[in-house]
T-cell receptor, first 114, second 115 residues
Framework: EAQVTQNPRYLITVTGKKLTVTCSQN?????MSWYRQDPGLGLRQIYY???????DKGDVPEGYKVSRKEKRNFPLILESPSPNQTSLYFC?????????????FGDGTRLSIL | GNSVTQMEGPVTLSEEAFLTINCTYT??????LFWYVQYPGEGLQLLLK?????DKGSNKGFEATYRKETTSFHLEKGSVQVSDSAVYFC??????????????FGQGTTLQVKP
């Protein structure tokens, strides 16, 4: 089954404790991306990757890091989490970056930073 | 910059009622337009899309027409069901930033359908 898998689904942690949210896709997609969803703001892009070893900032990259060492994986790293990073996070993937390609989303990771 | 504006929710309807969720956009160039649906506890799923002016996207009884003259992409369904209860997001492909593949989302509209 074609899917984007995120882990963990839920996490409560404390300020400053490094954490990683994993994302894996099994569709051989070149393009992967991270979004955060906040009430009243919709989804905003954090980082994206066009292909292996190619990453770039989205609209709200501050406080986040990513890496793309393998095509299928695109982890999101919070080196020193803060309460304003409490949010619902989604990983997405698609073939290429052509504008009409639909993106496939994971089920989301809900992070609470205390 | 490019942006998407959706009507405020929540929208509450009775089963079999007609649905319209308004979406307008601001964009340079010719973006593709999408509606995504998010069911409780799940990620976003593509509902329908349109890639050029006057295109009509349709799926599962939902329709939306790409109106360039009014910069709109309103979502409609003739007869909603309880199972349509979800959050609906209008989005456009942000071609103004060098084809990065980024989607610009509206804030989402919650639909609740009562039996």
């Amino acid at each position: 089954e074609a899917q984007v898998t995120q882990n963990p689904r839920y996490l409560i942690t404390v300020t400053g404790k490094k954490l990683t949210v994993t994302c894996s896709q099994n569709m051989n997609h070149e393009y992967m991306s991270w979004y955060r969803q906040d009430p009243g703001l919709g989804l905003r892009q954090i980082y994206y990757s066009m292909n292996v070893e190619v990453t770039d900032k989205g609209d709200v990259p501050e406080g986040y890091k990513v890496s793309r060492k393998e095509k299928r994986n695109f982890p999101l790293i919070l080196e020193s989490p803060s309460p304003n990073q409490t949010s619902l996070y989604f990983c997405a993937s698609s073939h290429g970056t052509v504008g009409d390609q639909p993106q496939h989303f994971g089920d989301g990771t809900r992070l609470s930073i205390l | 910059g490019n942006s998407v504006t959706q009507m405020e929710g929540p929208v509450t309807l009775s089963e079999e009622a007609f649905l319209t969720i308004n979406c307008t956009y601001t964009a340079t160039g010719y973006p593709s337009l999408f509606w995504y649906v998010q069911y409780p506890g799940e990620g976003l799923q593509l509902l329908l899309k349109a890639t050029k002016a006057d295109d009509k996207g349709s799926n599962k009884g939902f329709e939306a027409t790409y109106r360039k003259e009014t910069t709109s992409f309103h979502l409609e369904k003739g007869s909603v069901q309880v199972s349509d209860s979800a959050v609906y997001f209008c989005a456009l492909s942000d071609q103004g930033s060098g084809n990065t593949g980024k989607l610009i989302f509206g804030q989402g509209t919650t639909l609740q359908v009562k039996p």
